[in-house]
């Protein structure tokens, strides 16, 4: 599985863009990148995910460099409800679900 | 999400116990998974299964058995708890595809203390 590194923590104010990078240099081919966030005490949800270039939705856009090492969420105009950790997830199609770990995660603090 | 339901929110129980912890979905989703998290760190993958009859073990399954009793039940046991199985437990469902492909859904989790 490719390992993901990611800053353990990072701080903001209520609306600037929030930009948090995810490191996985040994990226398969076949590997998607997936970013969940997560809140406390609860279950992780499902943001974004892509392959390369750039993917964007209603919440967040996800950059993805040509050689897919690394990957850059992006918040827009983040709000104290985006306090949150958040995981970058790389998936190995090749050697199956059991090395499938969410990592440590980057704990985003948005302040007034 | 309200469509993974994980039964009990909380428990408490003293070491050697068996407990069960069961988990429900009613997103029609094949694919269903036991994780564990532990205070400060990321989920790890104890239990995974594909359909009611395949089920594979994750990274870390010893001292965890599960069992899946219908497509949208999956039950995770630990047959006799030790008190660093401490940890907030989350069962998830997926769609198809591969792993880090598949959208993952997740329960409320399950706080688990093990006296």
């Known amino acids: 599985l490719a390992k993901t590194t990611q800053p353990i923590s990072m701080d903001s104010y209520e609306g600037q863009e929030v930009n948090i990078t995810c490191s996985h240099n040994?990226?398969?081919?076949?590997?998607?990148i997936t970013w969940y966030q997560q809140f406390p005490s609860q279950g992780p949800r499902f943001i974004i995910q892509?392959?390369?270039t750039k993917v964007t939705n209603e919440v967040a856009s996800l950059f993805i460099p040509a050689d897919r090492k690394s990957s850059t969420l992006s918040l827009p105009r983040v709000s104290l409800s985006d306090t949150a950790v958040y995981y970058c997830?790389?998936?190995?199609?090749?050697?199956?679900?059991?090395?499938?770990?969410f990592g440590t995660g980057t704990r985003l603090l948005v302040s007034p | 999400d309200a469509d993974v339901t994980q039964t009990p929110r909380n428990r408490i129980t003293k070491t050697g116990k068996r407990i069960m912890l069961e988990c429900s979905q009613t997103?029609?989703?094949?694919?269903m998974y036991w994780y564990r998290q532990d205070p400060g760190l990321g989920l790890r993958l104890i239990y995974y299964?594909?359909?009611?009859?395949?089920?594979n073990k994750g990274e870390i399954s010893d001292g965890y058995s599960v069992s899946r009793q219908a497509q949208a039940k999956f039950s995770l046991s630990l047959e006799s708890a030790i008190p660093n199985q401490t940890a907030l437990y989350f069962c998830?469902?997926?769609?198809?595809?591969?792993?880090?492909?598949?959208?993952?859904?997740f329960g409320p989790g399950t706080r688990l203390l093990v006296l």
């Open positions: 892509g392959y390369k």
């Open positions: 997103k029609g989703h094949d694919r």
């Open positions: 998830a469902t997926s769609d198809s595809g591969l792993a880090g492909q598949e959208t993952q859904y």
């Open positions: 299964s594909f359909d009611v009859k395949d089920i």
């Open positions: 040994n990226i398969a081919t076949n590997d998607y």
């Open positions: 997830l790389v998936g190995d199609g090749y050697t199956g679900f059991q090395k499938l770990v």
